[in-house]
């Protein structure tokens, strides 16, 4: 629906691109923040479920750095930072072109995968 586009999924990494579109814009004509945060997250999924089991964001922050606009192809790399018993840490880095426009952090949890064991509750 938003034309994200994966270019690349590797244990631990994972690189999404999207166009900038007219729809997705806020009052002041710049690309809405939730749009930039969604694809950072989205990239954010991929990275952290490259290892097989399901892992579910615990918790995610963004700064934005400088504004995209409609018409703008911003790309989404992701890449962990490590990984502790159950949970991970993942950055994200949106660029358009050079420019990098946002940075994201993104700490998952993988799901307990025994009968019941957890992620329900």
Do not use: K
């Not at 290892?51 to 409609?70: E, F, K």
């Not at 790309?75 to 991970?88: D, L, V």
């Not at 700490?107 to 307990?112: E, F, N, R």
């Amino acid at each position: 629906m938003l034309g994200i586009e994966l270019d690349d999924v590797q244990p631990g990494r994972a690189s999404l691109r999207m166009r900038v579109s007219e729809q997705m814009v806020n009052q002041h004509g710049l690309a809405h923040g939730g749009i930039i945060f969604l694809l950072a997250d989205a990239a954010f999924a991929y990275a952290c479920n490259s290892h097989g089991p399901v892992a579910l964001a615990q918790g995610a922050q963004v700064a934005y750095l400088r504004p995209a606009r409609p018409g703008d192809v911003l790309a989404a790399e992701a890449a962990e930072r490590t990984r502790y018993g159950r949970g991970g840490v993942y950055d994200v880095t949106v660029r358009r072109g050079g420019a990098v426009i946002a940075e994201f952090r993104g700490h998952s949890v993988t799901l307990d995968p025994r009968p019941g064991g957890g992620g329900d509750d």
